[in-house]
């Protein structure tokens, strides 16, 4: 495993949009094994392919209730909505209230293929919509209701 260079906002390969994963191979367990690796000693909890230069639609999340690798993952149903602060590992420093599904689940594939799905609430709902948008090229900026003032960083 090793950590990647994680790429910042500003970079114009995070507006991209990631191709499907096709192979399940060993390049793409060494991807998620250092995404995972990457995602932990950032302190983040949620990584996608494209964050580190990889434009294929791959993910993993780590809300403290264990690693989730999902490839090729779609949200195919969302129920009620939340306000929380959000916050992105390629915008450091910045913070701001999104508004997101209260409830989502995901379908995707593991790291062999087999079809898996997710539930998440809270900030599991909130990190899978994040790392699902940048796969489309879309960052928790376009969702923000209201960027957090230097003054409430403080507080946070
Ligand atoms: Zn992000």
Redesign the pocket.
């Known amino acids: 495993m090793a950590i990647r260079n994680i790429i910042k906002e500003g970079d114009e390969i995070l507006a991209k949009k990631c191709r499907p994963v096709e192979k399940f191979d060993q390049k793409l367990v060494t991807l998620l094994e250092d995404m995972a690796e990457t995602m932990a000693s950032a302190g983040g909890v ?1 990584l ?1 392919a494209p ?1 580190v230069g990889i434009l294929r639609r791959a993910v993993v999340i780590d809300v403290g209730e264990g690693l989730i690798e999902l490839v090729n993952p779609r949200i195919v149903s969302h129920e009620g909505e939340q306000q929380e602060v959000e916050g ?3 915008c450091p420093g910045e913070y701001g209230i999104t508004t997101r599904p209260a409830k989502v689940t995901v379908e995707a594939q593991d790291r062999s293929g087999e079809t898996i799905q997710v539930q998440g609430e809270g900030l599991l709902a909130r990190a899978l919509c ?2 699902l948008d ?1 796969l489309d090229g879309v ?2 900026k376009d969702h923000v209701v209201r960027m957090l003032s230097p003054e409430e960083l403080e507080e946070e």
Do not use: D, K, V
């Open positions: 949620g996608a964050q992105c590992l390629s994040h790392e940048h960052l928790f």
